[in-house]
């Protein structure tokens, strides 16, 4: 029996391709996901034996589910994608599978052919390489889904972030917004040289930064302009160092 993950933030999406898996008496759907963060812990908990992966969801798309899964430990997938043809070349060039929007039963069928026959190994290489390719494509804004509601925050208003249980708060020109997101998964979307990780919780803008005091212990007390005070652990000590350098 192949168990199947399904991910995509439209439910009619979901029920689609649903029903196409189910009309295969050896396939058991065993988990829907609605957006990046909940299908990198479906992955994790289920362990399917291959995902159909919506590329374009907010908050953390497809590329960025497999860049914190890791190619290596990802299983076998099946882009799903309303792309245009130009970066359709790029999953043609890595010989990674897909289906497009909306999916078409042949298609549909021929992925799953060759995603029944193809190991995890050798898919690997080819998902490091397209990960790779999206990785220098980083977001102006961020999309945040809360209260029925959704919000855009400009990636250039964001003083710091910190992580709060299953979330992430984000201070941003006086106002805090609440995503449900990973510190990990939302430090791949903003700049290296425009924010900084000082502990595992707490990503900061480095412009925001007004005076950095070094503490005995090879921590550091950070001042922002805010008037907001965070120190770092000692295991970003490195990084502090390069930033006062």
Known sequence: ?????????EPLARRGL???????????????????????????????????LDIQMPEMDGLEVVATITPEKMPP????????KYALDAFDLNAAD?????????????????ARSRKPNDLAEKLEKLVQGARPQRRERLVIR????????????IDWIVAEDNYVRIHAAGKTFLMRETVTGIAQRLAEDEFVRIRRSTIVRIDRITEIKPLL???????????????????F????EKLVS
């Open 18 to 52: 649903r029903r196409l898996l189910e009309s295969h008496a050896d396939i058991d759907v065993a988990g829907e996901a609605g957006s990046g963060p909940a299908a990198v812990e479906a992955i994790q908990s289920l362990n399917p034996d291959l995902v159909f």
């Open 217 to 235: 212990n090879g921590t550091f007390e950070i001042l922002l302009n805010d008037g907001t005070r965070v120190v770092s652990a000692r295991r």
């Open 237 to 240: 000590r490195e990084t502090m």
């Open 98 to 114: 897909y289906v497009l929007k909306p999916v078409d039963p042949d298609r549909f069928e021929r992925a799953l052919e060759r």
């Open 77 to 84: 997938v099946v882009f799903v994608t309303a792309y245009d």
């Open 146 to 157: 809360s209260a029925g509601k959704i919000q855009f925050v400009n990636v250039a208003d």
């Open 1 to 9: 029996m192949l168990r199947v993950l399904i991910v995509d933030d």
